[in-house]
């Protein structure tokens, strides 16, 4: 029974190039989370998906971000024209499917290093 | 909005020693209280949860945390500290929804041989 799976564990990117990064839930879970660790910090909510949905994004830089969550497949983040200040751990999360009232509990993975040169 | 606090950066204990790290939380209701462990390079494992009922919950490795509503805390402790719990160690409380966590800034903790 896998865990959250993210990938890559490390990527380095220059300054202007892409970062894709990839989370697949755990088995049966429909929701998924993003969270950002900055060097020294705590983990900061970026975006909350669930399939072919965008719930809660409050958390997402307002350019270069975007996430998204397809039917199939894993969740993805991007992030474009990456600047230093983008390097950091990126976090993803799941939780099952709301019964009734949700329990906040989520699974992490074990996040993606990016750093930026 | 919710917010949590995590007063100390860093902690020392010596092995076998007693360890209290301390969490408090700003929240309009009763909170749903979690801890986390990170142990570097890796992500988070949940210790321990609070949602409602008695206030001192237990959770794995031999951790344990009470929810003191009149002091807005939820401090984790251990009777005993062993070298393997050196980490880092979050607390968080999730919002109404129960579907986004808001994490304190984290407790590094050193263990003494």
């Known amino acids: 029974n896998a865990g959250v799976m993210q990938n890559p564990r490390h990527l380095v990117r220059r300054r202007g190039q892409e970062a894709r990064l990839r989370c697949s839930p755990m088995?049966?879970?429909?929701?998924v989370y993003w969270y950002r660790q900055l060097p020294e910090e705590g983990l900061k909510f970026m975006v909350y998906?669930?399939?072919?949905?965008?719930?809660?994004e409050s958390g997402m830089p307002k350019e270069r971000f975007s996430a998204e969550f397809p039917k199939e497949g894993p969740s993805i983040l991007r992030i474009q024209q990456v600047v230093r200040g983008d390097s950091a751990a990126y976090f993803c999360?799941?939780?099952?499917?709301?019964?009734?009232?949700?329990?906040?509990?989520?699974?992490f993975g074990e996040g993606s290093r990016l750093t930026v040169l | 909005a919710q917010s949590v606090t995590q007063p100390d950066i860093h902690i020392t204990v010596s092995e076998g020693a007693s360890l209290e790290l301390r969490c408090n939380y700003s929240?309009?209701?009763?909170?749903?209280l979690f801890w986390y462990v990170q142990s570097p390079g890796q992500g988070l494992q949940l210790l321990l949860k609070?949602?409602?009922?008695?206030?001192l919950v237990q959770g794995i490795k031999g951790f344990e945390a009470e929810f003191k509503r009149s002091q807005s805390s939820f401090n984790l402790r251990k009777p005993s500290v062993h070298w393997s719990d050196a980490a880092e160690y979050f607390c968080?409380?999730?919002?109404?929804?129960?579907?986004?966590?808001?994490f304190g800034g984290g407790t590094r903790l050193m263990v003494k041989p």
């Open positions: 999360a799941s939780s099952p499917p709301n019964r009734g009232r949700h329990t906040g509990e989520l699974f």
């Open positions: 968080a409380v999730a919002n109404n929804a129960g579907n986004m966590l808001t």
């Open positions: 088995k049966g879970h429909s929701h």
């Open positions: 609070y949602f409602s009922g008695d206030t």
């Open positions: 998906l669930q399939k072919e949905n965008i719930i809660d």
């Open positions: 929240y309009g209701a009763t909170p749903y």
